[in-house]
C-alpha cells in the first residue's frame, strides 16, 4: 500500500474544485479493447483518454449541452441525458466497465444509480469527495459552517453536491446493492494509494476515492 504521485488530468468536474486527479488512477483500473459507458462525462476528457491509451469503444452521458458540445468536438459518441432516469433505457450487460467519476453526489438516487450500473454493465468504476476527510470534519468542528475545500469548491448555497458521502458511507452502499469492492485508490492531492477495502484510516485521510466494483 505505497503512495505515489498522479498525474493530473482537467476534465469537467461535477463540482470538483481543481484539476482531476482521479481520471488516470480510473484509466488504470479498464481493460484494453473494453466497451465503456462514462456516466457524467462532462467534456468527455476521461473518454478521450481511454480512447488514446486503452483503445476503448466509448460512450457517454451527459446532462449539460455544453458538455455534450464539447464532447462532440472530440469525436466522441455521447448523448445528453440524466443518470437518474435515463440509465434505465440501457440493456442488461450492455458494457464491460460503466464510469461514475465525481458525479454520484450531484445524482438525486444514488443507491438506484448504482443499481442501474451493475445492471447494465459487467464492472463499475466510481469515483467522489470524501466528506469525512479531516479537513472538512476541522472546518466545519472550528466554524461551524459547510465547508469548502479542494475538492468540495463551492458554497452551500450554490454546490451542485446534493447527496455528499463518506468513504464509509459509500462501502456501506456498496455492500446494500451486492457490490463486490475489487480494488480502492484514498487520493489525497497528487498522492495516491492503493488500499484494497477502504478502511476508517482512508475515512479520515482521502480527499478522494476511486473504487472497482464488480456484481458479487
Known sequence: MTAR??????????????????????????APDARVLDVGCGDGELLALLARTKNVDGRGIELSQEGVNACVSRG???VQGDADTDLRTYPDNAFDYVILSQTIQATRNPR?????????????VVSFPNFGNWRVRLQLLCSGRMPVTRTLGHAWYDTPNIHLCTVRDFVALCEEVDFN??????????????????????NLLAEDAVLLLSRK
Open 76 to 78: 466522441l459518441s455521447v
Open 181 to 202: 469492492i475489487d480494488d480502492a485508490v484514498s487520493v489525497s492531492g497528487n498522492r495516491a494509494r492503493r488500499v484494497g477495502r477502504p478502511g476508517r484510516i482512508d
Open 5 to 30: 504521485d498522479v498525474t493530473s488530468s482537467n476534465g469537467g468536474n461535477n463540482g470538483h474544485a481543481q484539476s482531476r486527479v482521479d481520471l488516470a488512477l480510473i484509466a488504470e483500473m479498464i
Open 112 to 124: 438506484e444509480v448504482l443499481q442501474q450500473m451493475k445492471r447494465i454493465g459487467r464492472r463499475a
